[in-house]
């Protein structure tokens, strides 16, 4: 099993940045894959990024250019930086490990609050 503790949510003005970190613990030699998905109000939940054990990166297009994964596999953490902040990005961002395989199993962690004010 995989055990992720998000940090790092809060409330910024639009146009700052806040930086979001996601701790791993468990059978991380297991996944693959991990990233950030978030919700907003009356919306689905939505990737915003991921990282692959080698590094190649995946962004939504709604972020392209503002917010930059990285993952540190010596800490099993993963960091999501997120600058030029919009009121659209408000939501609780999760933090998401996956691993591939025959069968897909993914692991989340509480989520975290982030406000965006205009």
């Known amino acids: 099993q995989v055990q992720l503790v998000e940090s790092g949510g809060g409330l910024v003005q639009a146009g700052g940045s806040l930086r979001l970190s996601c701790a791993a613990s468990?059978?991380?030699?297991?996944?693959?894959?991990m990233g950030w998905y978030r919700q907003a109000p009356g919306k689905q939940r939505e990737l915003v990024a991921d990282?692959?054990?080698?590094?190649?990166?995946n962004y939504a297009d709604s972020v392209k250019g503002r917010f930059t994964i990285s993952r540190d596999n010596a800490l099993n953490t993963v960091a999501l930086q997120m600058n030029s902040l919009k009121p659209e990005d408000t939501g609780v961002y999760y933090c998401?490990?996956?691993?591939?395989?025959?069968?897909?199993?993914?692991?989340w962690g509480q989520g975290t609050q982030v406000t965006v004010s205009s």
């Open positions: 998401n490990a996956r691993r591939y395989g025959m069968i897909t199993d993914d692991y």
């Open positions: 468990g059978s991380i030699f297991s996944i693959n894959t």
């Open positions: 990282i692959s054990r080698g590094g190649r990166t």
